[in-house]
Each structure stands twice: as C-alpha cells, then as structure tokens.
C-alpha cells in the first residue's frame, strides 16, 4: 500500500443501522479531496474512523500503512465538527497545549495567522464569538506539518466571506505533499480547489474520481453531478 | 506523555482548587479573630456578638463541607466533560494512549484528594492555633498505634489510598458504561454508578462472611479487637478495593479505546 490512506471494506454500524457500508477508497499524497454527500451519508463516521474516535465493525484502513492509532495521530491533523476549545483558556494556553502535544505544531505560524485576524495571546477563548472559535481552531489545525489534513465541515456554519477566509486559510497553509480530505454539503463553493472527489450515498461510495475527469466525461460540474447524483 | 497530560490537567483545575482553598484558609482566619468558640463557653444570654460568631462558625463548616463535594464534582466533571464530551475530540486526537488519559486524571485527582485534606487541615490549625492539633497528634497517633500494632503505618495508608483509588475509577467506570448509550447518557451514567456501588457492597458482604467470620465472633464475645484482627480486616478491605480498582481500569480503557462514540 503506497496510498497515504487505503480503506477496504470498511464497515461500521451502530446497532443495525449501516453508517459506513464495505466502503473502499485509495488515496495518495498531495490531493484536496472533497467528501461530499448529503447528510446522514457517513462522512463523519469515515473522518472519525480515520482519527481512532470510532472503531470499525469490519475491513480495514490503513493511514501511511498504520491502522488507526498514536503513529497516525501524530500525521493526522484534524478538524472536527464541534468546537473542542476548552473555554477557560487563552489563546497562549491552546497553543502551549498544541505546541506541547503535536511536534509538527508550527507555534510562529498560529500566532502570525491570528495576529492577522486581530486575535492576541491574551485573548480568552470564552469571549470570542462562535465564527471566531471556529477560525481559531482551524488555524491551530492547519498550522501542524501534518501529512493528512481531515476536515470535517470546515465551512458549514459561518457566512461567504469567512468560507472565502476559511479556503484560502486550508489552501495556503496545507504543508507540501500532504493532503487535504474535506467533507461538505455545501460543493459549489469548494468545487474550485479540488483535485478529487468522493460522492458517499448511505454509506456507500456512488462516485469517485477527479474532478478534471468528472468534468470531462459527464460534461458537468461537480455541483450539478452531485444534484442529479442525490437528486430526491 | 503521562507527565504532559498531568501537567496539563494540573493547570486546568488548579484554577479552580487553589481559589477554593484560599477562601478557607481567609475564612478560617476571619474566624480566629472572631474567636467564635467562645461561643459554646459563654453562658449569658445571646446578643449580636454571639450571633454573629455562630454565623461566622456554621459559615465555615458548610464551607469544609463545600470543599470535600467540590473536589468530589471537579473530579467527575473533568472526566466528563474533558473526555466524553466536546473536549473528548481534542483529547482523543492526540498522540496518547488511553490508559494513559486515564491515569492523568485519576493521578490528578488523587493529587486534589490530599490537597483537600491538607488545606482542611491547615485551616483547622489557623482556627484554633497550630500547638493544640501537635498536642493531640500524638495522642492520635498513639491510638492508631495501639489499635493496629506495628503494622498500622502500612495497613492504614495502604487502605485510605486503596478506597481512592477503588471510589474514583468506580466513578469512572459508571460513566464510560454511560458512555455506551446513545440517549441520556448522564442519566444512565448515574444509574450504572448505583449498579456498580450496589455489586461493590454485595461482593464485600460475601468476602466478610466467607473470611471475616474469625473477627465476628471475637467481636460478639469480647469487645476490642486485637491488632492482628483489625490489619487482617483493612488488609482484606484494601486487597479488594485494589482489585476492583484494577477491574474497573481495564473495562475503561477497553471502552475508551474500543467503544468510543463521542457525540
């Protein structure tokens, strides 16, 4: 397995409900990829499968050939749906907290991107606003040397100018070779920086491949293809 | 890594703990000049002195009593929140063990256990002079001695460390089974701790009946028992403690690892 993230039927059910179902997906070094799929279509479950915050019921993934664990978490920087930040602290605590536990952690980078949004090492993260925390935990985020970037609906609640904030922030700032898995809903606006694509239906994979290629052979954009795909 | 996350976990509730024990500590301090004591010497009729003495004193029991429940809910809260809840993405995403998580909070709230203990006791020596408790300290000492014998110093550490650590992961387990729910996990969380408590206190009584029965009888037929009695019924109570604290360490790394779902 040369792919950064190989998965073979990879399973998992909560009581008998399937949200990942015999999923198989290879993925290589150096790609943005977009998972898209409605709701309810198993992109969180495969994002935390991928982070050890779930076990599989059946098959395997392999993150740089490991399964899921302590190796792999120190490649994988993850961004999760909820706000994790522990509300008493300050943003200097944060960051000795990410600088202590992550040695990929690029203490110089997180202060120069939250110094340009006005955010100082003083500020508590109690009082900022939730769009705030939010940018806050994507620069610590983005701010490790990971391998694997996993970004679980980094712009789905915040308004079109913090996405366009939010975008530039992952593209500008994901280390070179690595790649980038996002999932969304929201494909037209992300549309433009993927390299690939994966459609989830149900837990299944109903479409892979790069975007040029989507492009090419059905003629249409990933936004119109993932309409007709899911098309209620 | 361990050493990390205790520091950690340290800065996150020494915020909390240290206020905590300065309000005592003033509190305690207050009341020494208020002198209220006195009080319970005074035999003429009650006027505002004595009232406000009597409030100042009551104040600072429930404040005692106030310290020792808040160790109790930090301790639960930091588990809880930290770990199975919104935090649980930070912390289980990171290059840790979760053996490990474990053991830094239950090393941490040992750590506040004795602090508790402390602060208590040093606000006690505040309030009524440091010379009376080193007076009554080897008086205390005398009797454990006598109770236990040579081996109480042993025995005695051993047992109050052993229930910690049994009382604490017992709290733990409840809420990692909690944890296994999808709905009401707080509810269910505090369901499985009646469970457990209740298991805990049959498999006790069964121990006691099945190796105790030597200290009963000479119990209902002569009235003090002998040192060797009284080690062998804390060794017991301690060697149990210990193995269920064991028990319940493997059942929650085996769902902190195995069966996490944080919400």
Not at chain 2, 82 to 88: K, V
Request: charged share 20%; net charge positive; hydrophobic share 50%.
């Amino acid at each position: 397995m040369n792919n950064l993230l190989e998965c073979r039927n990879l399973s998992k059910s909560f009581g008998s409900v399937k949200a990942l179902n015999k999923v198989n997906l290879s993925i290589g070094q150096g790609r943005i990829v977009g998972l898209l799929g409605p709701n309810a279509s198993g992109k969180s479950t495969f994002i935390k499968i991928c982070n050890d915050l779930l076990t599989p019921t059946g098959g395997e993934i392999r993150i740089a050939g490991k399964k899921p664990g302590i190796e792999t978490k120190k490649i994988v920087s993850y961004l999760p749906e909820r706000s994790y930040l522990n509300d008493w602290m300050k943003v200097s605590d944060i960051i000795a907290f990410f600088q202590d536990f992550y040695s990929d952690f690029n203490r110089d980078k997180a202060y120069d991107m939250l110094k340009s949004l006005g955010i100082g090492k003083k500020d508590r993260l109690k009082t900022m606003s939730k769009g705030t925390k939010e940018k806050v935990q994507l620069i610590l985020v983005m701010s490790r040397e990971a391998q694997l970037y996993l970004l679980d609906e980094p712009i789905g609640g915040v308004d079109p100018a913090a996405r366009d904030y939010i975008l530039d922030t992952i593209i500008s700032n994901y280390s070179e070779n690595a790649t980038v898995i996002l999932s969304t809903h929201l494909i037209a606006d992300i549309e433009k920086i993927l390299d690939d694509v994966i459609f989830l239906r149900e837990g299944q994979v109903a479409l892979t491949g790069t975007v040029d290629q989507i492009r090419e052979e059905s003629g249409k954009s990933v936004d119109s293809l993932f309409r007709e795909v899911f098309k209620c | 890594m361990l050493g990390k996350l205790i520091r950690h976990e340290i800065k996150s509730t020494a915020r909390i703990f240290l206020p905590l024990y300065a309000v005592l500590l003033v509190f305690a301090l207050l009341n020494r000049y208020l002198n209220p004591l006195q009080v319970f010497d005074s035999s003429g009729t009650p006027n505002l002195e004595s009232m406000l003495k009597g409030i100042s004193i009551s104040l600072y029991v429930i404040l005692i009593i106030a310290v020792f429940v808040l160790t109790l809910v930090i301790v639960i809260q930091r588990f809880y929140k930290n770990l199975l809840g919104d935090e649980g993405y930070l912390m289980f995403t990171l290059p840790v063990k979760a053996w490990q998580h474990i053991l830094s909070k239950f090393l941490t709230a040992v750590i506040w256990y004795f602090m508790t203990a402390a602060s208590v006791v040093i606000s006690v020596m505040i309030l009524i002079g440091a010379d009376k408790l080193f007076d009554f300290l080897p008086q205390l000492i005398q009797m454990i001695r006598e109770a236990f014998g040579s081996s109480g110093p042993v025995v005695l550490p051993a047992f109050i460390l052993s229930q910690m650590a049994a009382g604490t992961l017992m709290i733990y387990s409840s809420m990692a089974l909690g944890h296994l729910f999808q709905k009401n996990r707080l509810m269910y969380s505090f369901a499985m701790y009646c469970a457990l408590y209740a298991a805990y206190q049959i498999i006790l009584a069964i121990l006691i009946l099945l190796l105790g029965n030597n200290l009963f009888e000479s119990l209902l037929q002569s009235a003090a028992p002998t040192p060797a009695q009284l080690n062998s019924l804390f060794g017991m109570l301690a060697a149990v403690a210990v193995l269920m604290a064991v028990v319940h360490f493997v059942l929650i790394n085996h769902i902190l690892t195995r069966k996490l779902n944080l919400e």
